[in-house]
């Protein structure tokens, strides 16, 4: 029953993001996007959320670790989730120069077939993007906080990447609207973390390295 209610979660956010780009109330200026050619075919581009400058909300179950504490104050989750081992995320995104260019969900779940993860760009007058990825320990930016020395309740600064995704297995790309409809590929989630403040609040960068391809036609 939670895995439903958790999958439901998932869809209904991205038909959300969808139903909100495209009905037609702003006709969002096309941004260029920053794109480059891989030497395999498809291209390569880079996400940027800048932490904590963009981000918008976050809400979890406390074993999840730092990244569930309550953004803003009071956020939490649905009642029905109790102790569920369920994380979600929102930010702003940005392209490879800085520049914010859309919104981005991010929901982390252990479910029976294991940890998994899943992040819905929504870029306007772009599209969305959907990405997938399975394996992310529950509390991976705090163990590797920890071994660097980092103690709660205290300040820490450094210099740390953690991949999410793309350590081990890479991150799927399973879709899209629009200027990603129909394309595939993989990408690479890290976590740069620069700092971490007494409170727990994360100093950083996460950059989502993406490389797509137009899938073969249905």
Same mark, same amino acid.
């Given at each position: 029953?939670?895995?439903?209610?958790?999958?439901?979660?998932?869809?209904?956010?991205?038909?959300?993001?969808?139903?909100?780009?495209?009905?037609?109330?702003?006709?969002?200026?096309?941004?260029?996007?920053?794109?480059?050619?891989? &030497?395999?075919? +498809?291209? %390569?581009?880079?996400?940027?959320?800048?932490?904590?400058?963009?981000?918008? /909300?976050? #809400? *979890?179950?406390?074993?999840?670790?730092?990244?569930?504490?309550?953004?803003?104050?009071?956020?939490?989750?649905?009642?029905?989730?109790?102790?569920?081992?369920?994380?979600?995320?929102?930010?702003?995104?940005?392209?490879?120069?800085?520049?914010?260019?859309?919104?981005?969900?991010?929901?982390?779940?252990?479910?029976?077939?294991?940890?998994?993860?899943?992040?819905?760009?929504?870029?306007?007058?772009?599209?969305?993007?959907?990405? &997938?990825?399975? +394996?992310? %320990?529950?509390?991976?930016?705090?163990?590797?906080?920890?071994?660097?020395? /980092?103690? #709660? *309740?205290?300040?820490?600064?450094?210099?740390?990447?953690?991949?999410?995704?793309?350590?081990?297995?890479?991150?799927?790309?399973?879709?899209?609207?629009?200027?990603?409809?129909?394309?595939?590929?993989?990408?690479?989630?890290?976590?740069?973390?620069?700092?971490?403040?007494?409170?727990?609040?994360?100093?950083?960068?996460?950059?989502?390295?993406?490389?797509?391809?137009?899938?073969?036609?249905?």
């Amino acid at each position: 029953m939670k895995a439903a209610l958790l999958l439901g979660i998932l869809v209904g956010f991205a038909g959300v993001l969808a139903g909100a780009h495209l009905y037609p109330w702003v006709d969002h200026p096309r941004l260029p996007s920053r794109t480059s050619v891989v &030497a395999n075919g +498809g291209r %390569a581009e880079t996400f940027l959320i800048h932490l904590p400058a963009d981000r918008i /909300q976050s #809400a *979890g179950a406390a074993a999840v670790g730092l990244r569930a504490t309550a953004y803003p104050a009071g956020a939490e989750l649905p009642p029905e989730l109790g102790d569920a081992a369920f994380l979600a995320e929102h930010f702003k995104i940005r392209d490879a120069d800085g520049q914010v260019i859309g919104i981005a969900a991010r929901h982390w779940t252990e479910a029976d077939g294991g940890p998994a993860a899943a992040w819905t760009l929504l870029i306007p007058s772009r599209g969305a993007l959907f990405l &997938a990825a399975s +394996g992310e %320990a529950a509390r991976r930016v705090d163990t590797a906080l920890e071994r660097a020395g /980092q103690r #709660a *309740g205290q300040q820490w600064s450094g210099q740390l990447d953690v991949e999410l995704a793309g350590a081990e297995v890479p991150g799927r790309i399973v879709g899209g609207s629009e200027e990603f409809a129909r394309l595939g590929g993989t990408y690479r989630e890290t976590w740069k973390i620069t700092g971490v403040s007494p409170s727990g609040e994360l100093r950083g960068t996460i950059a989502l390295d993406t490389i797509t391809a137009r899938s073969a036609p249905l």
